[in-house]
C-alpha cells in the first residue's frame, strides 16, 4: 500500500534492500490519508492486496553486479568538452543545478592519492536507492564537486558516520521533512587542510574551500547513489537550501580556558585527535544575542542565554525523539562569545543546565499545538511538566565556531532528535605532501 505521492520512493527502498523494485503496490491518493480522510476504498481494493502477496513474481528473479564502463565525450575542445559533460549530467540528473568538474580517470585516481586504502573498498550502501559506496564512488563525486585529495579523509569518515545504522539515514534520505547533514571537524587535519571555523563557515567562503567541495561532494552522493532526487526519492517539501550541506571545524584555538574541544567533550575522543562528527538537521536559526550597552555585563549573558533558549523550545515534533534518544540540536558559539561567558564563570556545563531549564515547554502548550497527541502515541509515560525537549542537559551540543563577534549564536535544530555519530579521520602515508601541495596551489601558507 502507498500514496500517489511516494511510489517512486518505495520503490528506491525495496530496491535497496534487494527486493525487485517493480514489487507490487496498491496506491492510494494522498487524500486517503488525511486527517478524517474516507478510508473505504481500501477495503474495496482488497482484491489487488491478495493478488500481489499470492501471485506476483518479480519479471528479472536474479540480478548480477556488472562493470558499467567510463563515459566517452567527443567534442571539438576543452571548453565545449565541458559544456558538453554538464549538458549530459543535467540530462541524466546526475548534477544539483551548477556547474560540475568533469571526473576523468586522471582526476579520479588524483583524488584517490588522499588513502593508501585500494579503490574498490566498499564503505556501505546508501539507501534508500540501495547504491554500493566504494572509495572510487566517492573520489568520482568529490572530484565532481571540485575537491582535492587531502579533502577525501574528511568524506570517507563522514560518509562511515552517516552510514552507521544510528543515523537512520534510509529515513532522513526519503523524508518530507528539509533535512541536511551537519559534520563538525576537529583535530589539527582541519586547519591544515583550511577548513573553516570563523567568519563565514556556513559558506559561501573562497578563502576556505574545503567545506563547500566536501559538503557539495555528500550531496551527490545522497541523491546519485542513495536516490535522493526531489520529488521522486527524496520528499522533502521545501528542499534543504543547501547546496553544500554544512561542514566546518570547530574553532579550538579560541576555546574559553577549561573547555574541552567538542569532539572530546561530547563524543570522548581524545583531545587534539582528528575526528569528524555527524548530525543531521531539520533547520537553523541565527539569534541575535548581545545587548544594546546599557546592562552589566552578567544580565547581558543571562539574557542572551534566555533568547537562545526560547528557539529551542519548539513545538515541534523533532524534539519529542531528541528526548527520547539523542541530541535536539548543535548550538554554535563564537569564541567572543564562550571567552565572555566563561569570563564571569559561565561554564559549558552551566550553559548547558541554564538551556535545559529554560527551553522546558508547559504541558498546556503541548496540548494546544497538539504536539501531546504524537506523544501519546510514541512515549509510553506521560510526559513531565514542563516538558524537557531532551533528557538531559549535557545532550545539547555546545560548539565554539563563527565569526569574532559576540552579536549572534546559532542554533540547528536536529530532524527527529537523531544523535551525534562520531568518526576518527584515516590520514594517508603522503599526508605531509598533500597538504603543502594544496597551500602552494591556492595560495595559501601552510599551516602547521
Known amino acids: 500500500m502507498g500514496r500517489t505521492d511516494f ?17 507490487p503496490m496498491v496506491v492510494f491518493p494522498i487524500e486517503t490519508f488525511l486527517v478524517q480522510s474516507d478510508i473505504s476504498q481500501v477495503e474495496r481494493e482488497s482484491d489487488r492486496f491478495i493478488e500481489g502477496l499470492t501471485r506476483w513474481r518479480p519479471s528479472q528473479p536474479r540480478t548480477s553486479g556488472r562493470e558499467l564502463p567510463m563515459v566517452k565525450l567527443e567534442s571539438r575542445d576543452y571548453a565545449q568538452g565541458y559544456l558538453d559533460f554538464n549538458t549530459m549530467a543535467i540530462r541524466r540528473r546526475w548534477g544539483d543545478g551548477l556547474p560540475l568538474v568533469p571526473p576523468t580517470e586522471d582526476r579520479i585516481s588524483w583524488i584517490l592519492e588522499g588513502t593508501d586504502a585500494p579503490r574498490d573498498q566498499v564503505i556501505g550502501k546508501f539507501m534508500p536507492r540501495g547504491g554500493i559506496v566504494t572509495l572510487e564512488t566517492l573520489a568520482v563525486a568529490l572530484a565532481m564537486a571540485g575537491g582535492r585529495p587531502e579533502y577525501l579523509p574528511v568524506l570517507v569518515a563522514a560518509v562511515e558516520a552517516i552510514l552507521d545504522p544510528i543515523l537512520e539515514h534510509e529515513g532522513w534520505q526519503a523524508t518530507s521533512s528539509s533535512t541536511f547533514p551537519v559534520v563538525v571537524v576537529n583535530g589539527p587535519m582541519a586547519r591544515q587542510i583550511r577548513l573553516n571555523s570563523g567568519f563565514g563557515l556556513l559558506g559561501p567562503d573562497p578563502q576556505h574551500p574545503a567545506g563547500a567541495s566536501i559538503g557539495r561532494a555528500l550531496r551527490l552522493l545522497q541523491q546519485n547513489v542513495g536516490g535522493a532526487m526531489p520529488g521522486t526519492g527524496t520528499m522533502a517539501m521545501f528542499g534543504a537550501m543547501r547546496y553544500t550541506n554544512a561542514v566546518f571545524a570547530e574553532d579550538e584555538e579560541g576555546l574559553p580556558p577549561g573547555w574541552e574541544p567538542f569532539n572530546a567533550d561530547y563524543l570522548g575522543y581524545a583531545s587534539g585527535t582528528n575526528t569528524i562528527a555527524v548530525n543531521v538537521s531539520s533547520g537553523a536559526s541565527n539569534i541575535i544575542r548581545r545587548g544594546v550597552g546599557t546592562e552589566t555585563l552578567e544580565n547581558e549573558a543571562t539574557a542572551s542565554l534566555y533568547r537562545i533558549a526560547t528557539y529551542m523550545k519548539a513545538h515541534n515534533a523533532n524534539c519529542m525523539h531528541a528526548h527520547r534518544e539523542g541530541t535536539p540540536g548543535i548550538l554554535l558559539l563564537s569564541r ?3 571567552n565572555q561567558l566563561a569570563g564571569i564563570g559561565w561554564t559549558k556545563r552551566s550553559i548547558q543546565d541554564y ?13 494546544r499545538s497538539g504536539l501531546m497527541a504524537w506523544m501519546e502515541r510514541h512515549e509510553a509515560n506521560v510526559p513531565d511538566d514542563p516538558w524537557p525537549i531532551t533528557r538531559k542537559p549535557e545532550n545539547i551540543a555546545i560548539v565554539v565556531a563563527g565569526g569574532t563577534h559576540p552579536t549572534h549564536a546559532f542554533w ?3 530532524s527527529i532528535g537523531r544523535k551525534v555519530v562520531g568518526r576518527d579521520v584515516t590520514l594517508p602515508r603522503r599526508w605531509n605532501e598533500l597538504v603543502a601541495a594544496g ?10
Open 7 to 23: 511510489v517512486t520512493v518505495i520503490r528506491n527502498a525495496v530496491a535497496g534492500l534487494g527486493l525487485a523494485p517493480e514489487i
Open 355 to 367: 538551556l535545559w531549564e529554560h527551553s522546558r515547554i508547559p504541558r498546556a502548550d503541548l496540548e
Open 412 to 414: 540547528m535544530q536536529t
Open 336 to 338: 567572543t562569545v564562550a
Open 439 to 448: 597551500a602552494t596551489e591556492l595560495g595559501y601558507e601552510q599551516a602547521r
